[in-house]
């Protein structure tokens, strides 16, 4: 019912930033009411969440290895999220996933990177190179 659809992706030099966006669609769809997680995989390692922010409690969470350097806002009139990323390193090299609760009003809770998602984007890549 949720489609998710990741943007923004690309190659940039460490240190640089880039602005992933994330559109959601569904019928009767309301970003305001979800949990809106992203996460991140490396090739040969394991999925890493990298921040989750839900306007239920007004909380976002990050990952400590992203944590000053990312940014996550929302536009609810546009269903969309975003994930600034600043100050890019050659470790964030991952494709990107936004994901999305499937229960309403469900806070990311302190857990927020272990939690099952229900709805999963197609991912983006990034590649933090020189």
């Known amino acids: 019912q949720v489609q998710l659809v990741e943007s923004g992706g690309g190659q940039v030099q460490p240190g640089g930033s880039l602005r992933l966006s994330c559109a959601a669609s569904g019928s009767g769809f309301t970003l305001d009411y979800y949990a809106i997680g992203w996460f991140r995989q490396a090739p040969g390692k394991e999925r890493e969440g990298v921040s989750c922010?839900?306007?239920?409690?007004?909380?976002?969470w990050y990952a400590d290895s992203v944590k000053g350097r990312f940014i996550v806002s929302r536009d609810n009139a546009k269903n969309t999220v975003y994930l600034q990323m600043n100050r890019l390193e050659p470790g964030d090299t991952a494709v990107y996933y936004c994901?999305?609760?499937?229960?309403?009003?469900?806070?990311?809770?302190?857990?927020?990177?272990?939690?099952?998602?229900?709805?999963w984007g197609q991912g983006t890549q990034v590649a933090v190179s020189a």
């Open positions: 994901v999305a609760d499937g229960s309403i009003y469900r806070p990311c809770g302190s857990s927020w990177y272990s939690r099952p998602y229900d709805y």
């Open positions: 922010t839900s306007s239920i409690d007004g909380n976002t």
